[in-house]
């Protein structure tokens, strides 16, 4: 089994930046791909960045592209995502994800079907 705890979120002006993170825990487990995504309000599950084993990343270019970052720390079990430029459509509840089978492929990293395991989540609100 694998636990994902996300921090990090709070209230920020439009324009702001925050940094999630995401720590994993479990026993004799390796984790492979990593990734964030966010749910708003009325809103599916939305696609924003992941990190694979060997450090590949891929963002959302619709909706974060040139905005976000997502890095990991493998040694430390540790998944982060730098948000800058943080606008009102921002707003959702944050979630890491993972798994652990094996890394996903290009066009499998946006399939929130494919992960193993899921954080509580953060939230993170943006206002104007």
């Known amino acids: 089994q694998v636990y994902l705890v996300e921090s990090g979120g709070g209230l920020v002006q439009a324009g702001g930046s925050l940094r999630l993170s995401c720590s994993a825990s479990?026993?004799?487990?390796?984790?492979?791909?990593m990734a964030w995504f966010r749910q708003a309000p009325g809103m599916e599950r939305e696609f924003v960045a992941s990190?694979?084993?060997?450090?590949?990343?891929?963002i959302n270019q619709d909706s974060v592209k040139g905005r976000f970052t997502v890095s990991r720390d493998n040694a430390n079990k540790m998944l982060y995502i730098q948000m800058n430029n943080l606008k009102p459509e921002d707003t959702a509840v944050y979630y890491c994800?993972?798994?652990?089978?094996?890394?996903?492929?290009?066009?499998?990293?946006?399939?929130?079907?494919?992960?193993?395991?899921w954080g509580q989540g953060t939230q993170v609100t943006v206002s104007s």
């Open positions: 479990g026993r004799s487990f390796s984790i492979d791909s």
């Open positions: 990190v694979s084993w060997s450090g590949i990343t891929r």
């Open positions: 994800t993972a798994v652990t089978s094996r890394e996903l492929t290009t066009d499998q990293v946006m399939d929130a079907s494919l992960y193993d395991y």
